[in-house]
């Protein structure tokens, strides 16, 4: 019976050495990997992009009736955009500048009259609140512009840049990525009216007009 017991005892104390030294082997798992934080989207930021739309408005020609009404304008718009974004919590607040080229025309009355705005530009303040990609904003600021009146009936033709305009609207953009914003923006762009003689009298001829347009901005 003693060398039972002395061969049990003997056999625990060879397989408890054995459980220790393995425990001392250096482990086969590889390093534990470092967790990876995503940063959240900010607007802050640059952005340089294109936009493209249609127009539609009114002619503003008084002083004119003797001559006709020139109707009213519309057609297609398409320019460039470049602005900045601040973010403070979920609010943003930035300016924007953007220039177009028009196709804003009345038909033309009777006697041929017309009027026609072939560019204009806007520099806005912009402020939204952004629910992280999306931003909805309202926008406004200075507007500018020519104003090309027409009167064939009397040969007069006038071609004036206005300066003393306004903008006032409001969109809708959607970050798909760190730097691609698409979006689409409304504006009414008022840009007052100038004077002007003709044969037929002194009056004032001027546009305001409505724009709906798509956006495409890339931000920096």
């Given amino acids: 019976m003693k060398k039972y017991l002395l061969a049990s005892v003997a056999a625990l104390g060879i397989v408890a050495a054995g459980a220790a030294s393995a425990a001392d082997l250096p482990s086969r798992k590889g ?28 002619v503003n020609t008084n002083n004119f009736g003797q001559i006709g009404s020139a109707g009213n304008l519309d057609g297609f718009v398409g320019g460039g955009q470049v602005g900045y974004n601040y973010q403070i919590g979920q609010f943003v607040v930035g300016a924007e500048a953007d220039i177009q080229g ?43 512009g020519n104003v090309k009146t027409s009167i064939p009936f009397i040969g007069f033709s006038s071609d004036r840049t206005h300066t003393g305009g306004w903008a006032l609207g409001g969109g809708l953009e959607y970050a798909f990525t760190n730097n691609i914003i698409a979006g689409v923006e409304y504006l009414y762009v008022d840009l007052g009216e100038k004077n002007i003689t003709t044969l037929a009298g002194t009056g004032k001829a001027g546009t305001d007009f409505s724009v709906v347009r798509a956006r495409l901005s890339y931000k920096f």
């Fill in 31 to 58: 390093p534990i990997a470092a967790p990876v934080y995503v940063p959240a989207f900010t607007w802050t930021g640059f952005y340089l992009g294109v936009n493209a739309g249609y127009g539609w408005g009114n």
């Fill in 102 to 144: 028009a196709d804003l025309s009345s038909g033309g009355d009777f006697f041929g009259s017309s009027v026609k705005t072939e560019y204009f530009g806007t520099v806005r303040a912009r402020v939204g609140y952004a629910f992280d990609r999306f931003l909805p904003y309202i926008t406004g600021g200075w507007a500018y």
